[in-house]
């Protein structure tokens, strides 16, 4: 079974500058796809960036860009340029690749990002 | 932009009783889904739906658990017997096609909270 897992609880961040979120996943699937999630207080996960499994490429988005290393089953979020609004839990999340695969995602337990101004 | 809808946002019941959460996908949507994440734990799946029936269900969905698209618009989650571990907030997704591209969009969630 997949599992992902992000072992910073809470991170923050000052205002303008850089933070990493990291995301660990296991899988013995050879395509799949990689995404990250964020969930402003009292709102709905919106997606932020999403990666496929066979692009060598890091895919980016504005500010948002990832470090997916495949070997290493890791897919870290970089946030540049931090904004107050960028304030959320962010998901880590797993999606297999696979024939008859019916699009569930599977979640780690979320880094809680504050931006201090 | 649209947007998935869920009803109520809170909801609290007595243990043994019965709940109905409500969702309204994206009205061209075709996949639905529900999860949910217990107060400091991760989200998990429960469900997946799609043409009328389950695609996928987690050892979570019981037959305590039910889905019904009862008509066009709504996608509902039944708990048929409430446990205190039901406690969790509920989210409901959906998206237009099974591909990468195509982007999972989540309600705001419906907190349930079991005494």
């Known amino acids: 079974a997949q599992t992902v897992t992000q072992s910073q609880p809470e991170m923050s961040v000052q205002e303008a500058e850089t933070v990493t979120l990291s995301c660990t996943y296991d899988?013995?699937?050879?395509?799949?796809?990689l995404f990250w999630y964020k969930q402003p207080p009292s709102r709905q996960m919106i997606l932020v960036i999403r990666q496929e499994a066979y692009k060598q490429q890091n895919a980016t988005e504005n500010r948002f860009s990832v470090n997916f290393q495949k070997a290493a089953k890791s897919f870290s979020l970089k946030i540049s340029d931090s904004q107050l609004g960028d304030a959320a839990m962010y998901f880590c999340a797993y999606r297999s690749a696979l024939t008859g695969n019916t699009g569930k995602l599977i979640f780690g337990q979320g880094t809680t990002l504050q931006v201090k101004p | 932009e649209p947007e998935v809808t869920q009803t109520p946002s809170h909801q609290v019941t007595q243990m043994g009783q019965e709940v109905i959460l409500r969702c309204v996908p994206i009205s061209n949507h075709l996949y639905f889904y529900w999860y949910r994440q217990i107060l400091g734990q991760k989200v998990e799946f429960l469900v997946s739906f799609y043409n009328n029936e389950i695609s996928e269900k987690s050892e979570i969905f019981d037959d305590q658990f039910s889905v019904e698209r009862p008509d066009g618009s709504n996608f509902t989650l039944k708990i048929r017997s409430t446990k205190l571990e039901d406690s969790a907030m509920y989210f409901c997704a959906s998206s237009s096609a099974l591909y990468a591209q195509e982007t999972q969009y989540f309600g705001p969630g419906t907190r349930l909270l079991v005494l």
């Open positions: 899988t013995s699937e050879s395509d799949y796809y």
